[in-house]
């Protein structure tokens, strides 16, 4: 029996090199779709022509999008709400208005608490989906940038200093070596593109550039405070933190853990930046870790329209003068959907499937010629 479960170890072990080599950045940006957020607006009396107007907005703007929405929208009139906890809820933000544009965080995170709660209005509509940050970020996200930190500063400048010394000094000595371990794990030296047509209709790319840059956002903005409560995810610990926080934004547009105070360390920001650049063991986004950002992108359509030729460098962009390449590899509007397709489960999840299968019948079989001796 030792030696069967040598060898079932064995066929797991080598399943494992069967893995997506694919960098999580890379693969994230095709095919993690982000989970759409909740927009619900809360009425006490009829909507008046102006509030149906920027409602029709909404729904003239969703309709624009090619695939995923980044957002559902929903009228709900407090007056035939018979649920006592939601009538409470909906109460609570029509207190002093009859009108209340919310927002709630993907259903997936099971939080029915709205993180923003304003009267409806168009300036406040335009709040909620867009500020400069945020569209700074879909800029570098969807022009070459692998990844992206977003720096959020504290009150205290020397804190500020320091932390982001550590993170630019990090990222400036480690991005080589992350570049290294992806093209000896895709089998190339050099990002070349060789602008053949594949059978999918994209182009090869060749092998991806790891580049990272920061983005400061300064806690107090009021233009980027819709953005501040997505990113802390009203979490007391990061809310209420009096030092710098660090989060690296990937993909289209998930964040990965944060970084907070003397956790803005060397050993930590690699960590991050390895699993980023590192294989792509799981292909299903909910299975990983990170949660989503609301960016007011068609991603679909940003990343159909991306053209080969990445300028990509490892060269640490500060957030006062960081120029958006203009020019990015192509992908198949296909690929840019996290479905759950055959593709979805690579070859060696069912190699591992077959040799736990397989030991089963090998224990079944040995129990049964005991019993016969």
Not at 228 to 256: C, H, V, W
Request: include cysteine; charge should be negative; proline fraction near 5%.
């Amino acid at each position: 029996m030792k030696y069967i479960l040598s060898a079932i170890l064995l066929v797991c072990t080598s399943a494992l090199s069967f893995a997506c080599s694919t960098p999580v950045f890379q693969y994230a940006i095709e095919r993690w779709s982000p989970d759409p957020f909740i927009i619900r607006v809360y009425h006490t009396q009829d909507l008046t022509e102006q509030e149906q107007k920027i409602i029709d907005d909404f729904n003239k703007h969703l309709s624009e999008f090619l695939e995923v929405e980044p957002y559902v929208i929903e009228t709900v009139d407090v007056r035939n709400i018979e649920d006592k906890k939601d009538l409470a809820l909906a109460q609570k933000h029509t207190k002093d208005k009859s009108t209340a544009l919310t927002a709630l965080f993907p259903v997936y995170e099971n939080n029915p608490e709205p993180f923003f709660s304003k009267a409806l209005t168009a300036k406040t509509k335009d709040e909620l989906l867009n500020s400069p940050l945020r569209t700074d970020l879909y800029k570098r996200l969807t022009g070459g940038h692998s990844f992206v930190w977003l720096f959020i500063e504290c009150e205290d400048k020397e804190k500020n200093a320091k932390a982001l010394k550590t993170l630019q000094k990090t990222i400036k000595d480690y991005v080589p070596q992350l570049q290294n371990d992806i093209n000896e794990r895709l089998g190339g030296n050099e990002f070349e593109d060789s602008g053949e047509e594949l059978e999918d209709g994209t182009l090869d790319l060749g092998i991806p550039k790891v580049h990272s840059s920061i983005i400061a956002l300064k806690k107090g903005d009021a233009k980027e405070q819709v953005f501040y409560t997505m990113l802390t995810r009203n979490d007391d610990e990061l809310t209420k933190s009096q030092d710098p926080i660090a989060i690296p934004i990937f993909g289209q547009g998930r964040a990965l853990w944060p970084l907070m105070g003397k956790g803005i360390d060397k050993e930590l920001i690699i960590e991050s930046m390895i699993f980023l650049s590192g294989s792509c063991s799981c292909q299903i986004k909910d299975q990983n870790p990170g949660y989503d950002i609301f960016l007011n992108v068609d991603w679909a359509e940003a990343l159909e329209n991306r053209t080969t030729g990445q300028i990509m460098t490892t060269k640490v962009i500060t957030p006062e003068t960081s120029p958006i390449p203009n020019q990015q590899p192509t992908q198949s509007e296909a690929d840019n959907k996290d479905t759950k397709s055959n593709n979805d489960y690579p070859l060696y999840l069912y190699i591992v499937l077959g040799a736990v299968v397989l030991i089963i019948v090998i224990l079944a079989l040995s129990a049964g010629s005991k019993n016969k001796q």
